[in-house]
Structure formats: C-alpha cells, structure tokens
C-alpha cells in the first residue's frame, strides 16, 4: 500500500510570486486535506477535496486555492506569495470508511524570501 | 481562540517509565480525537484515536483517555522508548457536517532518556 507523496520536498520563492504543491493520496482514499503548518504551532488547516470538489475551508484568504483530480490526486495553489506563508504545507488522505483520520505525507517546506 | 491545547510544550521522561501527555478542548461539537507523532522533517504519523462515546483506547504500548465532562484527553505510553523521543499532537474533529477538519494543538516535545 503507497502511503501519501508530496512534491516538492522543498521550494524557495520570492513575495509576490506563485507556488503549486502537488499531492498523491494513499492508495483506496478519495478525500484529500490540506494543510499549513508554521514553526512552532500545530497543523492548520485550509481545505479540503472529495470527489474534486472543495468540501470544507478553513480561513485562509482565497489566494489558497486547490484542485482534485480523478485519480484522487491534489494541487494546493498559492498566488501573491507572502513572508507570512513560509511554512510546512501538508498534505492528507482520508477512505470514505475512516474518513475521521487522515493520513498525512512528509509535507513540502516552503520559504518565501 | 486556541479550541485545542497542550499546555506542556515538552515533557522528559526515563526509558522504561509511562509518559503522560495530555490535552484539553473547548469546542463542544469536537467527538472524534486523534494522536499523531511527529519527527523532524516528516509528516505526522498517526498514532491512535478515540471517539466520544468511548473513555479509553489502547493500541499496544499506547492508551488514550478521554474525560468529556472536563474536555480533556491524555494519551499513555507505557513503557516509553528512545524511539518514542518526537512531537506529539493531539488533534480533534466535529460531529456531523460534510468534512472532517482537524484542529490541532501546538505539540509536546516528549525526550524519552535511555
């Protein structure tokens, strides 16, 4: 069984430009969350996709925006890059059956200069 | 408004002897609770979970308690091993709705010394 894959691992950009993170589910899981974790504090979280649809926003401005597609896979896209944004960006799957625990990936650190 | 804590940022306990760590809620609507190890430069790892209609849930080494009247859950680790040494948190979701959001409290840093 894959577990959940992120990519990159790591990604520098400068204010004002535009990132995408890309995301694999665990093999058999459909719902795929995302979320933004800053030094020192715990996971927060942005969105989240089933059946490629958003299901679900936490508050973050709309310059967060995402995709799913039909292989379940994801896309977290980040427009007017900010200092603040720098951060782990996770990635999470969940199955329809267990859909209360996720699963997360390694995560995609960010640095925005 | 942190709705998830974890009032002690780091705990350090001998090999061998329980750890404790502990969480409190605040947010009544939260019925699902999950535990989730985290080392340096990895995603979360889940650990184990407890829903509201249960106190207590054990998974080897590891036991989550959960006290709904005080909003407050801990997760056991008995004995505690090196390999134990990362961050834990604990990580909570609402009943009902269409998604399953989790809010997650800052983390303790367990040291587990040989």
């Known amino acids: 069984e894959t577990g959940v894959t992120q990519s990159p691992t790591h990604l520098i950009k400068t204010r004002g430009q535009q990132v995408t993170l890309r995301c694999s589910s665990q093999s058999g899981h459909n719902t795929v969350s995302w979320y933004q974790q800053a030094l020192g504090q715990g996971p927060q979280f942005i969105f989240q996709?089933?059946?490629?649809?958003?299901?679900g926003r936490g508050n973050f401005p709309p310059r967060f925006s995402g995709l799913q597609f039909p292989n379940y896979s994801s896309e977290l896209n980040v427009n007017a890059l900010e200092l603040d944004d720098s951060a782990l960006y996770l990635c999470a799957s969940s199955s329809t059956d267990r859909v209360e625990t996720q699963y997360f990936g390694p995560g995609t650190r960010l640095l925005v200069l | 408004d942190q709705q998830v804590k974890q009032n002690s940022p780091s705990l350090s306990v001998q090999e061998g002897r329980i750890s404790i760590l502990n969480c409190d809620y605040t947010n009544s609507m939260f019925d699902y609770f999950l535990w989730y190890k985290k080392y340096p430069a990895e995603g979360p790892t889940f650990l184990i979970s407890i829903s509201s209609i249960k106190d207590k849930n054990e998974d080897g080494r590891f036991t989550v308690f959960l006290n709904k009247s005080a909003k407050h859950l801990s997760l056991h680790i008995v004995p505690s091993q090196p390999g134990d040494s990362a961050v834990y948190f604990c990580a909570a979701s609402p009943s009902g709705g269409s998604n399953y959001k989790l809010t997650f409290g800052k983390g303790t840093l367990l040291t587990v010394n040989p």
């Open positions: 996709y089933y059946r490629e649809e958003e299901n």
